[in-house]
């Protein structure tokens, strides 16, 4: 029998204090925290992410269990 998920899709993502995006799983555990920086001088001293970029890596990881489901699809006939 196999084991269940550790992580349970599916995968969201949330802005906390304009400051970051989380990504949960299903059953709202934090995963990952992409932090970002609006103020050019603060993300440059900082070497943060803009807003757009972050939030464009958290929905990327957010898709992860989806797309590794798929490739295990394409092999089977």
Request: hydrophobic fraction near 40%.
């Amino acid at each position: 029998m196999p084991f269940p998920r550790r992580f349970p899709p599916p995968w969201s993502i949330e802005e906390l204090n304009n400051a970051c995006f989380i990504v949960r799983d299903h059953d709202g555990q934090q995963l990952v925290y992409v932090y970002f920086e609006d103020e050019p001088g603060r993300r440059s001293a900082a070497k943060l992410l803009e807003r757009d970029e972050a939030r464009r890596i958290a929905v990327n990881i957010a898709k992860l269990p989806e797309l590794l489901s798929r490739h295990k699809m394409w092999g089977v006939r």
